[in-house]
């Protein structure tokens, strides 16, 4: 992917740029707002990080001019106010996604490549199937080797989450923002306990375990 | 106002009463007595100088000078004291004493008044030369008027100054009560948690508001001092947490080199524990940020009895693998304003403390309900509890009790749970669930809006 990174502080642009090129992507740096803004208009990307403080043009400012200029292209927000009442406010303006700093790579990482998936034509999914698993989002109903597993609506919802960015880690935040509506982390065991449930159904009869885990990262489904 | 049924006030202004009342008293006494003496001995002068006078008449002209004497005494005009002259043979012949024949000497006699009938007087007896005796005295009636008069007069006086006594020491008590009821009320509220209220002062400068003044003085300081221990603490937490952040990123790094496939443990601990201080200083700075107020301008109506209903599913998988039996009922319709994701955390808080601090095979029932004018979230279970002493303390930042020394967690949750009610305008009221737990969020009811 092209990843547009507007962040004014050296340190923090110099990692995050780094370690998406370690990724394998793209990575164009802006120091400031009014860079972003230009780099944004003449350069085609597919993903922009904005900080939310920079010097010249701060990162809704720029969110602003861009969504007014017809650009459409995904951003996340970085967000060094981690206020309770800060929460929503980026998202408000526009932004895809966002994420108080100081955040954890592995975190950015997952949730760039959530937002990457999105520019693919957005058409109305109703079937997810990878490595031997189906869903049936309208029926709401899952097979694994063609055999029927009975999942609870959160565990199905965790499922969905996973299958939709197959081949990527999604983050315990990200589950908890999209199944439970949590934007910040209660510090609960919940995504555990009903991963595991998710997880023993989905086993059963001695298959291949179908989730992977990565403490502190998050879940992937295996693609094979 | 309340009255105190024990006041200061009350007790100075009645002892200062009694102590006037008992003064009064002991003066009033005094007076009596020394106008009693004073009359008495004017009319002992009276009778003596009588007597003397008509000892005179008797050693210038004998008998028949003080017979005429006494005649002359008492013609046309007013009577002032009565004499009489005794023959040796104890009969009248002279005067107008109707009595018998008294001894020599002061005497109290008793005479028949031609109006009234027998009247107490007193007498002066001088025997004369031959048997005869003259007896001057005066009507004792007029003094005990005198002294009846005094009586009534003091009596009437004690009674008005008892009256306006009592008037006094209620109007004083109850200004007393009412200046010192403000800076009590004041100290109240700041107990209650209420740090933003002040004593209101006077225009008089006296005193109280002298005293009011210094409280608020002090109340100020004492904000000041919780303000930057509050903003050091949260500087400290959110500073620290940049360089954590680092560290984890470095950390995570590591997951790339060869060394971390052969042996990853070392290396996912490590991660876990910088997410364990990275949560810790999140809810340090969370909790800062609660306690500073100003956060309802944010807050949204909340379907509590929907949040509750999704929150007890949620935890269902959670207490069967710990074997515990989680009870949920919530009452239909139950709406609070606030912030729904902080609701959750609070209640999140306590049913993941109720699950961990009991044994396997406890139940803990999580309930919504309305009570009152209350909405209440309730977690009670059946295990060991919490001691009544240590209710409160457990609510402060980082206590964690010897009993839970061995299950993980920094002491921190119980007063988020605290600084969320609060933020709401609710509680957090721990109990005694006989045997176990009982923790309820309580917020305020709103009104049909």
Known sequence: ?224 | MRVLPRSAANRIAWVALLAYAAAMLVLGVAVFFATHAAFSRQMDASIEQTTNALQGEYRDDGIRGVAEAINQLHGPGPISLGTALFAPDGRRIAGNLNTSMPAPGWQRIVFVDPLEGPDPARAQVTPLAGGYRLVVAADLESLEAIDRTILVMFGAAFAALLLLGIVGVLLLAAYLRRRLGGIEATAAAIIAGDLRQRASLGASDDEFDRVAASLNAMLDRIAALIANLRQVTGDLAHDLRTPLSRLRNHLETLRMSHGYAANPLPVDEAVEQADDLLALFEAILRISELEEGGLRSSFKQVDLSRLVSELGEAHMPLAEDMQRTLVVSVEPQLTVQGDRELIAQAAINLIENALRHTQPGASVELKALACDDKIVIRIQDNGPGIPAAEQERVQERFVRLESSRSTPGHGLGLSLVRAIAEAHGGRLVLGDAEPGLVAELRFPQRGPM
Do not use: C
């Open chain 1, 1 to 224: 992917m092209r990843i547009l990174l507007a962040e004014d502080d050296n340190d923090t642009r110099n990692f995050v740029e780094r370690g998406l090129g370690e990724l394998g992507h793209n990575v164009i740096a802006a120091a400031n707002g009014e860079d972003a803004l230009h780099h944004a208009l003449t350069e085609d990307v597919d993903v922009i990080i904005l900080d939310r403080m920079m010097p010249m043009l701060d990162g809704l400012s720029v969110l602003k001019r861009l969504r007014a200029g017809g650009i459409t292209v995904p951003v996340l927000m970085l967000t060094a106010l981690g206020r309770i009442e800060d929460r929503v406010d980026g998202l408000e303006a526009g932004a895809d996604d966002y994420l108080v700093k100081p955040f954890a790579f592995s975190e950015l990482a997952a949730r760039i490549q959530a937002l990457g998936r999105r520019t693919a034509p957005a058409a109305v999914t109703t079937r997810l199937a990878i490595g031997g698993i189906e869903m049936d989002l309208l029926a709401r109903e899952v097979r694994r080797g063609g055999k029927k597993v009975n999942l609870q609506p959160r565990e199905f919802r965790l499922l969905e989450e996973l299958m939709r960015h197959a081949g990527e880690f999604v983050t315990r935040t990200m589950l908890l923002e999209r199944v439970w509506d949590f934007h910040f982390d209660p510090q609960t065991k919940i995504i555990e306990t009903h991963m595991s449930r998710l997880r023993t159904k989905l086993n059963e009869g001695g298959q291949l375990d179908a989730i992977e885990t990565v403490r502190g990262v998050g879940y992937r489904i295996r693609a094979t």
